[in-house]
C-alpha cells in the first residue's frame, strides 16, 4: 500500500493485490543507492504493477513526498488539505458585509464584535452571517421599514422577540435586553402589529435606545405608560400587552 498523485489531482491511495515489493529487488537497492531512492523506485514499480487506486482526499502531495522520502510527517501533515470540516469559512459577499456592519451598529463595539449577525431572507428565514460567542444576537436594518432599526438583543430578549414575530405568549420571568443605538424606526405605541400609522394607533418616533424585555408586569407600573409618551425618557411601549417592555433612550 502506497500514496500517489496523479498530475492535476489530489492525492490517492494504492492498493495493491500481489505480494509486497521487496525494495532489495531493485537495481538502485543493488547499486547501493540511498533509502530515498530505494523508496521512490519501489513506488514506481508499484505503478506499473496496475495497484488499485483510491482516492485519499486528505493526504496531499507533500505529505506523500513526505512518506516516499523518509521524511518526518509532521510537517507534511500540517499542510493537509482543509476539506470537509476542516474547510475554512467563506468569506462573506460584499452584500453581506453590508448586513454585518448595519447589525453592528445596534450594539457598543464591545458587544457587537462577538455577536451573532443574522438576517431574515425573502422567505422569512433566518440566516446566519456570522457566528458569535458572547451570546448577543444582532440583526441589520429592515429594509421593510421607514427608519434605522438595527437590533442587538441577549438569549432571553431574542427569545422574547421571536415570540413577538410569532404572535406567540413571551417566556414569563425572563428578562432580557436588547440595544438599538441607531435609533428606532417610526412604530405604533399600543398595537404591536401596527404597519403604519392611524388616526388611534399613537405612532410615536423614538432615537437611539436600550430596552429591557421580559419583566415582571410590577417593574413596568415604575414608569409612564400613556399611549402619547415623552420618548426623551423612559417609558413603557405596549403597556397592557403580552409584549410590554421599557424603552429608555440613550441620547
Not at 78 to 103: F, H, N, R, V, Y
Not at 192 to 199: D, G, M, Q, R
Amino acid at each position: 500500500m502506497e500514496f500517489v498523485r496523479r498530475p492535476g489531482r489530489r492525492a490517492h491511495l494504492l492498493i495493491c493485490r500481489p505480494p509486497p515489493v521487496r525494495v532489495s529487488n531493485y537495481p538502485l537497492a543493488q547499486k547501493g543507492r540511498s533509502g530515498h531512492y530505494e523508496r521512490a523506485w519501489a513506488v514506481l514499480a508499484l505503478l506499473k504493477r496496475g495497484c488499485v487506486m483510491r482516492a485519499f482526499p486528505n493526504f496531499t502531495f507533500t505529505a506523500f513526498v513526505g512518506f516516499v522520502l523518509g521524511l518526518p510527517l509532521a510537517p507534511a501533515v500540517a499542510q493537509m488539505s482543509t476539506s470537509g470540516s476542516m474547510a475554512k469559512a467563506e468569506a462573506p459577499s460584499k452584500a453581506d458585509k453590508t448586513l454585518i456592519a448595519s447589525a453592528m451598529s445596534a450594539a457598543p463595539p464591545g458587544i457587537a464584535a462577538q455577536a451573532t449577525i443574522v438576517v431574515a431572507d425573502a422567505d422569512g428565514k433566518m440566516r446566519t452571517l456570522r457566528a458569535g460567542t458572547n451570546g448577543f444576537t444582532c440583526m441589520p436594518d429592515s429594509p421593510a421599514t421607514p427608519g434605522p432599526d438595527p437590533m442587538c438583543m441577549d438569549k432571553n430578549a431574542m427569545e422574547w422577540a421571536n415570540a413577538w414575530m410569532g404572535h406567540k405568549t413571551p417566556p414569563s420571568s425572563k428578562v432580557g435586553f436588547m440595544y438599538m443605538l441607531a435609533g428606532g424606526t417610526d412604530a405604533s405605541n399600543t398595537d404591536p402589529y401596527a404597519t403604519k400609522p392611524t388616526a388611534s394607533n399613537h405612532w410615536i418616533k423614538t432615537g437611539p435606545h436600550v430596552m429591557v424585555v421580559g419583566a415582571d408586569p410590577s417593574f413596568y407600573d415604575s414608569y409612564p405608560k400613556g399611549a402619547d409618551p415623552d420618548t426623551r425618557a423612559p417609558y413603557v411601549m405596549w403597556a397592557g400587552t403580552p409584549y410590554q417592555h421599557l424603552m429608555a433612550p440613550v441620547k
